[in-house]
């Protein structure tokens, strides 16, 4: 499901993702310093890149005259609401919830990539340093529990990529 139709399209989505994983980490920060602060740290250097990604698609929206995505605030709700949940749950929903997102969103990203190469290649640049961060995030999750096995952390990952799904389509929608 990405629907890929323009690079203004692609400026916003990411640009729409970005602030929704910001406030996935935000959240998740909050909750795991009460009960899980082994996971503070790692959590904080992911939403430091985060910030650094959104700044990017920020910037680049900017300079090309580009408006956001309408559905920002839904992406920040989601996010905040997902990262609540899931940290919560503990660390192997937190590192779940990180391999999911990641998993859908550098599939995405290829694709992206793809459309990019013939197309637009300071925008492709950008997609390719923030795909590094990306699957970096996935990797480490992965390596922290994100992976888990069990009904309750399989049923969360495919809620959480059909979720992901959904909101980047509805991003190109808005
Ligand atoms: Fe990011
Ligand atoms: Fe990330």
């Not at 740290?41 to 090309?64: G, I």
């Not at 992206?112 to 390719?128: N, P, T």
């Amino acid at each position: 499901m990405s629907n890929i139709g323009s690079v203004e399209q692609i400026l916003r989505v990411n640009h729409a993702g970005e602030c929704g994983a910001i406030w996935i980490y935000r959240s998740q920060i909050t909750i795991a310093s009460l009960f899980h602060p082994s996971c503070v740290a790692e959590l904080q250097s992911m939403l430091d890149h985060e910030r650094v990604h959104f700044a990017r698609f920020d910037a680049v929206l900017k300079n090309r005259g580009i408006r956001h995505c309408h559905a920002l605030a839904f992406w920040a709700f989601g996010g905040w609401l997902l990262g609540t949940i899931t940290a919560l749950m503990g660390p192997k929903a937190i590192w779940s919830c990180t391999a999911a997102i990641e998993t859908r969103v550098n599939l995405h990203l290829e694709h992206q990539i793809a459309f990019l190469e013939q197309r637009d290649g300071e925008i492709l640049k950008v997609v390719q340093l923030i795909q590094a961060d990306e699957k970096a995030h996935e990797q480490h999750a992965r390596s922290k529990g994100g992976d888990a096995d069990g009904v309750l952390y399989r049923g969360l990952r495919v809620c959480i990529v059909g979720a992901t799904s959904f909101a980047i389509w509805l991003s190109t929608q808005l």
